[in-house]
């Protein structure tokens, strides 16, 4: 018998505290429609592995530098082995490809610090995604949650929210602004969303 929940699978590659705000919403009854099942990490050293840990999650480690070209094949062993049927990125530092992508239409999603299609694409990760906004001098940046296609951050936009630029904002300052005020916010809303879509879709196949 399959859960009535949909089993998602967090991917992280650092600190994690978008996989804590998962957590915590979860916790809080705020995703009804999903289940964290799994924690994948590209990097062994991540605090998010500590984080999922602590929450009861199982996590494993699949690291490219380790094995190399079997680390999708990997991925997909994990998944499967797990029922995952919805996957989150969220500081996910590793290129995904399309065939990977194609494996999982409608059921992948990310987190992007920028409020797209400013900010985004190739080479914009991390802190550069900031000094970037600030260079532009935006008065206006924030977050985005969408889905994965095989275009860099160009899948169809989920939720977005905006966060104000401060003049004294450093990149440093305006990462930690978004993080608070957006991201952790848009990413459970938005996987509850996706998550209730895809139930609804499963019940509807059910009573064909
Ligand atoms: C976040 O800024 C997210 O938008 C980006 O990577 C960062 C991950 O941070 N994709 P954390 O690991 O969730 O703390």
């Known amino acids: 018998m399959r859960s ?6 967090v991917f ?8 804590q705000a998962l957590i915590d919403a979860q916790r809080a009854g705020r995703l009804p429609s999903g289940e964290i099942a799994l924690v994948v990490s590209s990097n062994p050293r991540a605090y998010a592995i500590d984080r999922a840990v602590d929450a009861g999650i199982p996590a494993v480690t ?27 990125l969220a500081g996910f530092m590793s290129i995904l490809s399309a065939d990977f992508i194609s494996r999982y239409p409608q059921r992948i999603i990310n987190i992007h610090p920028s409020l797209i299609p400013s900010f985004c694409g190739k080479g914009m990760y991390g802190l550069h995604v900031h000094e970037a906004a600030l260079a532009y001098g935006v008065k206006v940046s924030g977050a985005t949650v969408h889905y994965v296609n095989e275009i860099p951050d160009g899948g169809k936009i989920i939720l977005q929210k905006a966060v104000r630029v401060r003049q004294d904002d450093t990149p440093e300052s305006l990462q930690k602004r978004i993080m608070k005020q957006a991201e952790w916010n848009i990413l459970p809303r938005a996987t509850q969303l996706v998550a209730k879509k895809l139930l609804k879709e499963r019940k509807g196949e059910q009573s064909l």
């Open 4 to 9: 009535d929940k949909v089993k998602i699978a």
């Open 12 to 19: 992280v590659s650092g600190g994690g505290t978008n996989l």
């Open 62 to 88: 699949v690291c490219r530098k380790e094995v190399g070209e079997q680390f999708e094949g990997e991925l997909i062993r994990v998944l499967e082995k797990h029922g995952i049927e919805m996957i989150v």
